[in-house]
């Protein structure tokens, strides 16, 4: 058969593909084409390898070509899974960059990229030899136990008789059926994606003729429910072409069988059909708004700048109106025929201004995010892919959809730390990504916001990036009276109550006596941050990570921010048996729970990452406050960022001490970045807001500078600092993080470690140094930072050079239990 086969295939050539797998390899590997799949292999296609001695993966094809491997004989390639190219040209090109630029493999990159429903599972499916007749008596427990199950079962995966046994090790056992001739065991391959289907109801054409239908109405007097569901189908196919067989049960209340009973009659024709998952799909509403004077100039000085400059900075007060700006960009670029990706920092924005643009670009907008599950997710994929969508609206992730012609990125609230990704790898930031992106399409970048990062500030003024500036709110609404109150004095004086001070207490009474409404920040979530002893001091720390224990109330539990343990509260203090345990500090949990008390008829609400994690929690939060359910909302940095509310009159920053006094050096830009944003909530449609500013420290630089509104003060002073103490903008930073098990072991590979890149980079190398958290999820932590300068030097070489000494320190004894990730531009 194999002879025939070769004989078949003679005149065809011998293809070799290079495929990425989703894993942490540092080289891809090479597979051998059957002849019989030469014509179905393209670059971009999926297709299914053996790696290792049983394991299946997806790979992506990344080179097609006729050179087998060198130094390994190349496996077959097991299966085509598309008929077409799932991963474009370019976004091939994008991953290795990616790759290359964040010091990370390929194979890493792929796997974020990829939504999980288009990465296939490889599970060991078991199954019954069905021509063996086995004498069950002669069975151990066990066997006869999965044969059993196999009975009720016809394919079990290995986890799953895992679990039935209740042991971890069960392939032995399998083994030994196997040679018994009793089960079969195969790799199998299962695609995740499944489409989403619905039964679609229409009514049979001859009952579309009057008589008909009044002879049918007749017939079905005997059948009342079944004349409930006709006429509940007549009454909603006067609003809507397509109906539901479950929105046809919920109208008619008559139940499945009714509907079945006039399916099977043939008055009603059932079809199954595909259908989005995405609630939003065919809506196409119309909306009308004139450019302001000042936004209409910074409009066409935009579009005038993408002439000579590939990325735009739009820098405007909050409320002045850049959204506006951003919708005519878009429109624009619709009418051309090219793509554009709108960039968020959070899905919280996200799901809100969504609600926004659908008036404007209806179906042709997608939505791409994390609280999407799998399924929805490989949708839009595959919707970006035949360029179904002329708009994505999505946070940093969605940089790695498959875009046809992408004309456009708009990165607005650029300066947000949340583009940048941390863990896993890649460590990338969405908003250097996006330049890069957009850049391979041959498109423009818009970067927006009122607080910019100094990085594209500075690379604005030398010209590197365009810059255009709103300076007025829209509407001529003027910019909220800010009033800084010290704790102190408020303390001293016996004004305070719980952490609310006079000041800001009088201002909300008065917002809610409007019927208006508060929102109040407070950087940090839970109940309490710290619980102590007041005879020993003693605090219960997670037994996993280096921090102290945050106590819920809702869950009444201490909770690890950092692994998620969780621990019960003691009522006696471990140490010295004391009952005087109090709680230190407070979080969103506690400020809402107090306000209650103080505030009885105010509706509070509060919004953090404890309250927003099921799917549509935070939607209905923002409604609810849209809608006026909610008088005061608590919230930690979710509420600072781009949320527009008319009613919206009172801010109350609850502690500014916790964001001013942080140890890194971006701390004051970061604090001036929340504060001014936090403030530009108030007062955005005709009324003047007012800010409260809680501190104990009110003579602080950064607080009156976002008093005055001066970022250029700000800017000047920072970038003295910067270039004094060699940071960025002006200095490249690569962190590197060594992590074990044991401390001691990982001190002397980081002082290897350390000193092996001083022999290259001399004292550009700083540390290792323990940082701020030296243990997370049991393992100890050791930082080596290196500052390269921008001119003179080739950060490409220096990089290879970080690579080949972490590769060199990997082959060593010494690094034994170690990881080593690299971080570019970590901050």
């Known amino acids: 058969m194999l002879e025939f086969a070769d004989a078949h295939y003679s005149g065809r050539r011998t293809l070799f593909v290079e495929v990425i797998l989703p894993l942490a390899i540092a080289k891809n590997y090479t597979y051998r ?11 971009g296609k999926r297709v299914v390898v053996q790696f290792g001695k049983s394991k299946l993966y997806t790979a992506i094809i990344s080179s097609i070509g006729d050179q087998a491997p060198e130094k390994y004989e190349a496996k077959y390639i097991l299966e085509v899974l598309d008929s077409q190219p799932i991963v474009t040209t370019a976004q091939l090109q994008f991953w290795h960059w990616l790759a290359e630029y964040y010091m990370c493999n390929v194979g890493e990159v792929m796997n974020a990229a990829l939504p999980a429903a288009l990465k296939l599972a490889s599970e060991t499916k078991i199954t019954v030899n069905k021509d063996m007749v086995v004498d069950k008596t002669t069975l151990h427990d066990k066997e006869f136990l999965i044969l059993e199950a196999l009975d009720l079962q016809p394919e079990l995966t290995i986890s799953d008789i895992a679990k039935l046994l209740g042991q971890k090790t069960v392939m032995p056992l399998l083994k030994l059926m196997f040679e018994k001739n009793i089960i079969h065991i195969s790799e199998e391959v299962s695609d995740r994606y499944k489409p989403r289907r619905r039964t679609f109801i229409t009514l049979n054409r001859i009952y579309q003729d009057q008589d008909n239908m009044r002879e049918l109405f007749n017939i079905l007097e005997r059948a009342p429910k079944q004349a409930d569901a006709l006429l509940a ?40 059909k595909n259908v989005s998952r995405l609630h939003y799909e065919n809506e196409d509403d119309g909306a009308v708004f004139t450019l302001s004077e000042q936004q209409q100039n910074v409009f066409i000085d935009i579009k005038r700048q993408f002439e000579d400059k590939d990325t735009v900075l739009l820098y405007g007060v909050t409320s002045s109106g850049k959204t506006q700006i951003y919708i005519r960009l878009i429109e624009e670029m619709i009418a051309s025929g090219r793509q554009v990706l709108y960039l968020l920092p959070e899905i919280a924005l996200t799901t809100h201004i969504i609600e926004r643009l659908r008036n404007y670009f209806g179906a042709s907008i997608g939505v791409y995010h994390s609280k999407f599950n799998d399924n929805e997710r490989a949708e839009v994929w595959q919707k970006v892919l035949n360029n179904e969508y002329k708009v994505i609206l999505g946070a940093r992730s969605s940089v790695f959809l498959p875009y046809y012609d992408l004309g456009l990125i708009i990165v607005d609230e650029e300066h947000e730390t949340s583009y940048k990704q941390f863990d896993p790898a890649p460590r990338y930031n969405a908003r ?27 690379n604005a003024r030398i010209h590197k990036f365009g810059l255009a500036e709103l300076t007025e709110r829209y509407g001529g609404v003027e910019l909220p009276d800010i009033e800084v109150v010290s704790i102190s004095e408020e303390t001293k004086k016996k004004l305070i109550q719980s952490h609310f001070t006079s000041v800001l207490m009088n201002d909300m009474q008065v917002a809610l006596d409007n019927k208006e409404q508060v929102i109040l920040f407070q950087n940090r979530r839970g109940y309490a941050p710290v619980l102590i002893c007041k005879i020993c001091a003693y605090t219960p720390k997670c037994i996993n990570c280096d921090v102290s224990l945050t106590f819920h109330k809702s869950s009444k539990k201490l909770h690890c921010h950092y692994c998620g343990y969780k621990e ?3 009522n006696i203090c471990p140490a010295c048996g004391s009952t005087h345990l109090e709680y230190k500090g407070f979080g969103t949990e506690k400020v809402e729970d ?22 549509n929690a935070l939607q209905n939060i923002l409604n609810d406050l849209e809608e006026k359910k909610i008088d005061i909302l608590v919230g930690t940095q979710m509420v600072a960022k781009g949320l527009d509310f008319s009613d919206v009159t009172v801010i109350g920053i609850i502690s500014a001490d916790s964001l001013l006094k942080f140890p890194d050096y971006r701390a004051n830009e970061r604090s001036f970045q929340m504060l001014a944003q936090v403030s530009g909530r108030a007062g955005r449609r005709g009324k003047r807001g007012k800010v409260v500013i809680q501190t104990y420290d009110p003579g602080h630089r950064v607080i009156k500078q976002v008093i005055d509104n001066d970022f250029l003060d700000l800017y000047f002073t920072e970038m003295e600092e910067r270039k004094s103490f060699k940071y960025p903008p002006y200095y490249r930073i690569i962190n590197l993080d060594i992590k074990h ?14 000193n092996e890149l001083r022999k290259h980079f001399g004292d550009r190398v700083i540390g290792p140094e323990a940082p701020l958290i030296s243990r997370i999820r049991n393992y100890y932590i050791k930082s080596i930072m290196l500052k390269f300068e921008k001119d003179g030097v080739s950060i490409a070489k220096a990089k290879a050079i970080i690579r080949e000494v972490i590769t060199e320190f990997q082959t060593t004894k010494l690094s034994k239990g170690s990881i080593v990730q690299p971080d570019v531009d970590p901050y």
């Open 432 to 458: 250097d990504a996006a330049i890069y992106l957009a850049a391979t399409y041959k498109g423009k970048v818009l970067l927006g916001s009122a607080t910019p990062s100094f990085e594209s500030y500075f």
């Open 741 to 754: 098990k044991d401390p001691e072991i990982l001190h002397n590979q980081a002082i290897y470690l350390g």
């Open 33 to 43: 084409v059957p002849y019989d799949m030469n014509d179905a292999i393209a670059i």
């Open 594 to 615: 107090e306000l209650s008390l103080l505030l009885p008829n105010a509706k509070i609400a509060r919004m953090d990452l404890d309250t927003t994690r099921s799917r």
């Open 568 to 570: 019960d509260t003691p």
């Open 233 to 272: 189908y007549i009454k909603l196919s006067r609003h809507q072409k397509a109906i539901t067989k479950n929105e046809l049960i919920e109208e008619s209340g008559a139940g499945a069988a009714a509907i079945k009973a006039l399916i099977d009659k043939e008055v009603f024709v059932a079809e199954e």
